[in-house]
Nanobody, 127 residues
């Protein structure tokens, strides 16, 4: 069993920045691809960003490209999402997810690739 815990959400004004953190634990010795998704009220869960197991490859959803940056710790399964120039439409619950059993080269934009999810952290951007 893998535990996934997000932190760092909060309230920020438009144009501001936030940094989310996510720690995955429970599988010693392994490093896994990880991703961020978000879900706003009444909307489907949306892909935000993905990072490969070694941090060498990253992908972003079109709506966050150029504003968000995903990175990871070089040793542990800890990832970060630096969010700059935030907009009111970025308001959502942000979820961190981990690929443990699926293929490392699967479709990272699909939520069903990911095996474990955190509880989510709320990000609210005021105009």
């Amino acid at each position: 069993q893998v535990q996934v815990v997000e932190s760092g959400g909060g309230l920020v004004q438009a144009g501001g920045s936030l940094r989310l953190s996510c720690a995955a634990s429970g599988r010693p010795g392994g490093r896994f691809p990880m991703g961020w998704f978000r879900q706003a009220p009444g909307q489907e869960r949306e892909f935000v960003a993905h990072i490969s197991w070694n941090g060498g490859t990253t992908y972003y959803g079109d709506s966050v490209k150029g504003r968000f940056t995903i990175s990871r710790d070089s040793v542990e399964n800890t990832v970060f999402l630096q969010m700059n120039n935030l907009k009111p439409e970025d308001t959502a619950v942000y979820y961190c997810a981990v690929v443990v059993y699926g293929p490392s080269n699967g479709d990272y934009t699909r939520s069903n690739l990911y095996d474990y999810w955190g509880q989510g952290t709320q990000v609210t951007v005021s105009s």
